[in-house]
T-cell receptor, first 113, second 114 residues
Framework: AQSVTQLDSHVSVSEGTPVLLRCNYS??????LFWYVQHPNKGLQLLLK??????LVKGINGFEAEFKKSETSFHLTKPSAHMSDAAEYFC???????????FGAGTRLFVKA | DAGVTQSPTHLIKTRGQQVTLRCSPK?????VSWYQQALGQGPQFIFQ???????QRGNFPDRFSGHQFPNYSSELNVNALLLGDSALYLC?????????????FGAGSRLTVL
């Protein structure tokens, strides 16, 4: 079955330190991969997407993610966390020509001052 | 350029009632998808509409139905509400062509069933 696994339900970092949010997906022909962020009581905002171009994808607000086919991973990173990064992050996979999406369970990022 | 707009933002219903949620897609988008996000969980795909027809459906009962209008706006209807239907309902729009599968989300409609 198609699935997306976010390996950590919660991640806590100090402001100014690196962020790593992990995501693994079940293998499929040419998946499209996304990271979305959701701030409290808000809708989801696209951070970045991978669609079979460069394996290192740069997104908004200094985030980037690397697609590793051999590991079926698409981890999200940021060199230096900011207080405003505190939110829920979702890894998302799109299959079957882009007409069905699967969300991971989410990772809550806490940023300490 | 307006993004995705949803209404109402909040509503309270009682068990057994029916509810209709509305969504206007981002300008230029022709596809609308609906998601249910229970508290503390990720969004679950309900269904997707394109050309006024349901094209894909997730694992939701027939109590959940929808409609898409010629102007691409959409409605989500839930009949015979259960307590477990309490959730944030998210609408997302996109353009239905290869490589254009980025979803733009609305802020959601929070439904509370008492």
């Amino acid at each position: 079955a198609q699935s997306v696994t976010q390996l950590d339900s919660h991640v806590s970092v100090s402001e100014g330190t690196p962020v790593l949010l992990r995501c693994n997906y079940s293998s499929s022909y040419s998946p499209s991969l996304f990271w979305y962020v959701q701030h409290p009581n808000k809708g989801l905002q696209l951070l970045l997407k991978y669609t079979s171009a460069a394996t290192l994808v740069k997104g908004i607000n200094g985030f980037e993610a690397e697609f590793k086919k051999s590991e079926t991973s698409f981890h999200l990173t940021k060199p230096s966390a900011h207080m405003s990064d505190a939110a829920e992050y979702f890894c998302v996979v799109t299959y079957t020509g882009g007409f069905k999406t699967i969300f991971g369970a989410g990772t809550r990022l806490f940023v300490k001052a | 350029d307006a993004g995705v707009t949803q209404s109402p933002t909040h509503l309270i219903k009682t068990r057994g009632q029916q509810v209709t949620l509305r969504c206007s897609p981002k300008s230029g988008h022709d596809t609308v998808s609906w998601y249910q996000q229970a508290l503390g969980q990720g969004p679950q795909f309900i269904f997707q509409y394109y050309e006024e027809e349901e094209r894909q459906r997730g694992n939701f009962p027939d109590r959940f139905s929808g409609h898409q209008f010629p102007n691409y706006s959409s409605e989500l209807n839930v009949n015979a509400l259960l307590l477990g239907d309490s959730a944030l309902y998210l609408c997302a729009s996109s353009l239905r062509r290869p490589g254009a599968n980025v979803l733009t989300f609305g802020a959601g409609s929070r439904l509370t069933v008492l």
